[in-house]
Nanobody, 124 residues
């Protein structure tokens, strides 16, 4: 099975921006979920979007993060602006081959392809 591949993580100062990429498998490209996990904390959902353009964002990132897609490249993007130290963590993308309802987008087990993550570190 081909898994999604994340890239674009790095270290930035508070207030900065990063754009994460998620290269999706050809047959699992219709919905993306972005999740993050910090040391000592449980994994949490950050954002989700399907090919119909339906999105969902966690309250903590609403207005700062957006999700977009390059269809030709089967690549989803998570644009993160005005980053805060609490945004630090390992970011994972998960994908599925159908247009998932936003009701399910924040549930890790609803996806069947998961990337290995890319680290984001935000310093104050």
């Amino acid at each position: 099975q081909v898994q999604p591949v994340e890239s674009g993580g790095g270290s930035v100062q508070a207030g900065g921006s990063l754009r994460l990429s998620c290269k999706a498998p050809q047959d699992r490209r219709n919905t993306v979920g972005w999740f993050r996990q910090s040391p000592g904390k449980e994994r949490e959902a950050v954002a989700g979007r399907n090919d119909a353009g339906v999105t969902r964002f966690a309250d903590s990132v609403q207005g700062r993060f957006t999700v977009s897609k390059d269809n030709a490249a089967n690549t989803w993007y998570l644009q993160m602006n005005d980053l805060k130290p609490e945004d630090t963590g390992m970011y994972y993308c998960a994908t599925h081959g159908y247009n998932m309802s936003p009701v399910w987008m924040f549930i890790w087990s609803q996806y069947d392809r998961w990337g290995r993550g890319t680290q984001v570190t935000v310093s104050s």
